[in-house]
T-cell receptor
Framework: EDKVVQSPLSLVVHEGDTVTLNCSYE??????LLWYKQEKKAPTFLFML????IEKKSGRLSSILDKKELFSILNITATQTGDSAVYLC??????????FGTGTLLAVQP | EPEVTQTPSHQVTQMGQEVILRCVPI?????FYWYRQILGQKVEFLVS????????KSEIFDDQFSVERPDGSNFTLKIRSTKLEDSAMYFC??????????????FGAGSRLTVL
């Protein structure tokens, strides 16, 4: 059965800290891994990764995929209180559906 | 920026009642999805829809559920006879292409369904 596992489940840091969120996956006919940020509303897209070893960056956020070891990490540097959210990882295979992990709840304290 | 809109944002209903959740996908998207998230649990796939028919559905999407695109803009999820365990946040999503392994889904803000 396809599954995506995220760790840690929750994390509390102080502003300015760097955090690493983990995602491992087992997805049949894997095609891509997606990261979303979920605040109180819609999950908003962060990254889609399809190739190993190529880092994707957007400001203080970056992510990389390892297709051999079946995992991805999401890094956030110089965290701000606005980064507080649930970060969702999802795997996409050959079909239409995304398989989501449970999410990592990040709380950034001032 | 284009967005997926959902109504209502919150609906409270009695067990056994029918509910319809509505979604307006992004206008040039062709693929539509419903996901749900029970409180404290994972986001789960329910159904995908393309060209006026279901392209894939999960085990959760039983005979009590149906989807429809009644006109050129709306995409609806109907639950015929709600059960307590249907209480969840229901997310609509759309994408421009159909393979979720190669395209980005844009999600709506969700409709919270509470079944009493």
């Amino acid at each position: 059965e396809d599954k995506v596992v995220q760790s840690p489940l929750s994390l509390v840091v102080h502003e300015g800290d760097t955090v690493t969120l983990n995602c491992s996956y087992e997805v049949t006919n894997f095609r891509s891994l997606l990261w979303y940020k979920q605040e109180k509303k819609a999950p908003t897209f962060l990254f889609m990764l399809t190739s190993s070893g190529i880092e994707k960056k957007s400001g203080r956020l970056s992510s990389i995929l390892d297709k051999k070891e079946l995992f991805s990490i999401l890094n956030i540097t110089a965290t701000q209180t606005g980064d507080s959210a649930v970060y969702l990882c999802a795997g996409g295979g050959a079909t239409n559906k995304l398989i989501f992990g449970t999410g990592t709840l990040l709380a950034v304290q001032p | 920026e284009p967005e997926v809109t959902q109504t209502p944002s919150h609906q409270v209903t009695q067990m056994g009642q029918e509910v319809i959740l509505r979604c307006v996908p992004i206008s040039n998207h062709l693929y539509f999805y419903w996901y749900r998230q029970i409180l404290g649990q994972k986001v789960e796939f329910l159904v995908s829809f393309y060209n006026n028919e279901i392209s894939e559905k999960s085990e959760i999407f039983d005979d009590q559920f149906s989807v429809e695109r009644p006109d050129g803009s709306n995409f609806t999820l109907k639950i015929r006879s709600t059960k307590l365990e249907d209480s969840a946040m229901y997310f609509c999503a759309s994408s421009s292409t159909g393979n979720s392994g190669a395209n980005v889904l844009t999600f709506g803000a969700g409709s919270r369904l509470t079944v009493l």
